[in-house]
């Protein structure tokens, strides 16, 4: 082999090494970024789901962190909150599973009007990263523009259609834009759609006493057993309850929910909890609710409350309790001991907040004393005819119609 032929051999070696790191690079960037052609997972497959402990969703100036804590979801822009697990766990699976439906090549130009675009713009996409306990990014994508399918059918009345699918970035690839068969419309960086809104919940009340900041306007009611007739107490000889409006109130948070949470940092004063009404419901299992309302935000109220319980030490025997009878009565009641013990343990969880409460849970049990008795009937005036609207009667005539 002469010289020339050397230096041609070795050009060529050359050529094919420098195109051989170029398509490694380029299958690198590929598997780094989740680019991926129709018919492929967007992240890739086998995607590690349960390795996931932090999701980020940001858009223009608006970010939203959900947070693993404690082997629980959390809400970082709700001082930790507790979040929804299941939207959650819904949300990380479909991704997990979503497919490239058509890839596209595209220039710069076409960001903005695909609302891919970078930066805080009306057409900047929002970013979506998912990052592993030790907070490093494990993939990102970019969401666009939603494609919207139309109805033929429908076209002729300004049917606008309904969402299919999004285009989407994978990684930092800016030239490939990635169709998607899911919209995901709820993945948006507001922290309330992801709170869990799960609440406290209040059963078998056995006494209510709602106490108003004007005193007079306040009431309790009691009733000794489940199922017996509610009381006013210190009911007036002229105070007699309506059944059908008292029955509105005995039930007070037996199933609420929560739209918001305020920040650990709120005052109470600036929700009017300073000077709340307050309702008190205690049950038959021996706890007592302190629910303290506030002030009215938009179409909530604001809430608070705290939680205590007096259960009794020991078991009650049964009158002539037979001793075989003895082992058993003392396990069901150690059983149910702990089960209030839990739920008074979940319940006390909530003491440290003020939250956002739709006025349907509140609006019942805000009833004034004046609101929960019958109406007074008039009576006549004494000397009144007794139907002043009866037509006359003429004696030996029969009575005008």
């Known amino acids: 082999m002469n010289r020339k032929q050397f230096l041609l051999l070795l050009v060529l070696l050359v050529v094919l090494g420098g195109a051989g790191l170029l398509l490694q690079k380029n299958r690198d960037t590929a ?11 967007l992240l890739g497959e086998k995607f590690p789901v349960n390795d996931v402990a932090h999701i980020v969703v940001k858009h223009g100036t608006n970010e939203l962190n959900l947070v693993k804590k404690d082997d629980r979801w959390r809400v970082r822009e709700r001082s930790d909150y507790s979040a929804n697990y299941s939207s959650i766990g819904d949300f990380l699976l479909k991704a997990a599973e979503l497919k490239v439906v058509q890839a596209d ?6 960001l903005g009007r695909l609302e891919l675009a970078a930066g805080t713009a009306t057409n900047s996409g929002t970013i979506v990263e998912l990052k592993d306990k030790d907070d490093k990014t494990m993939k990102s994508i970019t969401l666009g523009k939603k494609h919207v399918r139309k109805s033929a059918q429908m076209s002729q009345f300004g ?6 699918g999004r285009y989407v970035l994978a990684g930092s690839d800016t030239h490939h834009a990635l169709l998607i068969s899911d919209p995901l419309t709820t993945l948006e960086p507001k922290p309330e759609q992801w709170l869990k809104k799960d609440f406290f919940k209040v ?6 006493t709602v106490t108003f900041p004007e005193a007079t306007n306040s009431w309790k009611l009691t009733r000794d057993t489940e199922s017996g007739e509610w009381k006013l107490a210190d009911a007036k000889p002229t105070e007699k309850l309506d059944a059908t409006k008292v029955s509105g109130v005995t039930s007070p948070f037996a ?5 918001d949470v305020a920040l650990s940092t709120a005052k109470p004063e600036e929700f009017g909890l300073d000077h709340p009404t307050t309702v008190v419901v205690e049950t038959f299992d021996d706890y007592t609710y302190t629910v303290n309302i506030g002030k009215k935000v938009g179409e909530d109220y604001s809430l608070s409350l705290t939680v205590s319980a007096n259960f009794p030490k020991e078991r009650t025997p049964a009158k ?5 009878d003895k082992d058993k009565a003392d396990k069901a009641f150690k059983d149910r001991q702990k089960t209030l013990e839990d739920k008074l343990k979940e319940a006390k969880n909530f003491e440290q ?5 739709p006025a349907w849970n509140i609006d019942p049990v805000l009833k004034q004393r004046k609101d ?3 109406e007074k009937k008039e009576e006549a005036k004494p000397g009144a005819p007794a139907d002043a609207g009866a037509p006359p009667t003429i004696p030996g005539l029969p009575p005008l119609k």
Not at 320 to 324: F, I, Q
């Open 159 to 164: 049917d606008e259609g309904f969402p299919d």
């Open 320 to 324: 002539d309790e037979k001793p075989e």
């Open 31 to 41: 598997a780094n970024t989740g680019e991926q052609g129709a018919g492929q997972k």
């Open 203 to 208: 059963e078998r009340p056995k006494a209510i």
């Open 105 to 110: 090549e595209i220039g710069a130009s076409d």
């Open 255 to 259: 199933s609420p929910s929560l739209n």
């Open 353 to 357: 907040w003020i939250y956002l409460v």
């Open 372 to 374: 929960l008795f019958e």
